[in-house]
């Protein structure tokens, strides 16, 4: 891909030398693309391209992925949206892991700290789930050819279901249901309904689930756990999954 847009960079970037004015812009997208051939060359990730007074920090997608995973689609979003501008004190702090930055949370606390990195929480679903399924259902991963995945995938009763993991509930409603109703139609497996996993306490997440559940093509439960608490509310949300979705548990 690194390849792919330098080469369409450079190639815009000569055509517009020859048949337009703006030398600068030009003068630019030749060195961005050039810097994206490197980076395919080399197999080095570029950190931040500084041209004139504009600067591409890479670890802007890292942040917004971060907060994507704290709940946080609205921050997310503005993330992406400044990837091309001046960079804020944040965005140029360094990021030790680029594929789950430590150091974001640090700069970024959650509002619950049952957790010490996204995985940490992912993991201890996942375990926790295990556990209480005992024997009455499956964790699979999520095989969907596209990008976006369900977290995984619970299967219990001859039903599927979706589940979904957010470390906190900062969540947009209206994105966060468009969010679900597109792997819904996407994803590989025929999916019965969604679970909905959030980092927080049950009073943090009664609009999300008032509002977001109603605009979900699917029966949805939301279920609040923190890693000290106890797990049989997760299998209970299952079960409620079960029951909406008409199967015997």
């Known amino acids: 891909m690194s390849g792919v847009v330098g080469v369409l960079a450079v190639a815009a970037g000569v055509l517009a030398i020859f048949y337009k004015n703006n030398n600068g812009g030009s003068i630019a997208l030749v060195a961005v693309g050039a810097a994206f051939l490197l980076m395919a060359v080399t197999g080095y990730g570029i950190r931040s391209l500084k041209i004139g007074p504009n600067e591409i920090v890479m670890d802007t997608l890292n942040v917004a992925r971060q907060l994507r995973l704290q709940g946080d689609d609205e921050g997310a979003a503005e993330a992406v949206e400044s990837l091309i501008r001046t960079p804020t004190p944040l965005l140029t702090q360094p990021v030790a892991d680029t594929s789950m ?40 991963p999520d095989m969907s050819a596209n990008t976006r995945r369900f977290d995984f995938l619970v299967r219990a009763s001859e039903k599927t279901f979706g589940v979904e993991i957010r470390l906190g509930d900062r969540i947009r409603f209206d994105a966060f249901a468009q969010s679900m109703n597109l792997l819904l139609q996407t994803t590989a497996t025929s999916i019965d309904g969604v679970l909905v996993v959030v980092n927080s306490s049950p009073e943090a997440i009664v609009n999300l689930r008032d509002v977001a559940g109603g605009l979900i093509h699917a029966p949805t439960q939301f279920v609040a756990w923190r890693t000290s608490d106890d797990a049989h509310v997760l299998l209970e949300a299952i079960h409620q999954l079960v029951v909406v979705s008409k199967g015997s548990w």
């Open 101 to 140: 930055s430590r150091s974001f949370l640090k700069y970024n606390p959650s509002p619950t700290e049952t957790y010490s990195i996204p995985e940490d929480y992912d993991n201890a679903v996942r375990a926790a789930l295990n556990a209480e399924l005992s024997g009455r259902g499956l964790v699979l």
